[in-house]
């Protein structure tokens, strides 16, 4: 997700988020600006990432 955001021009930070399951984050959260935030959700969307 933070390539496809990247690659598309948007500044994001991932975090790990909930409990960890064999070492990895069982969630992540994805901030991009809020001046960015529907653009951004839109590219997720259209790359079948839904909330």
Do not use: W
């Not at 021009?9 to 070492?23: H, I, M, Y």
């Amino acid at each position: 997700m933070k390539k496809l955001l990247g690659d598309n021009g948007f500044l994001c930070q991932l975090k790990a988020v909930g409990t960890r399951r064999n070492g990895k984050a069982a969630s992540v959260e994805i901030s991009v600006p809020v001046s960015e935030a529907e653009e951004a959700y839109e590219v997720l969307a259209e790359h079948g990432f839904h909330a």
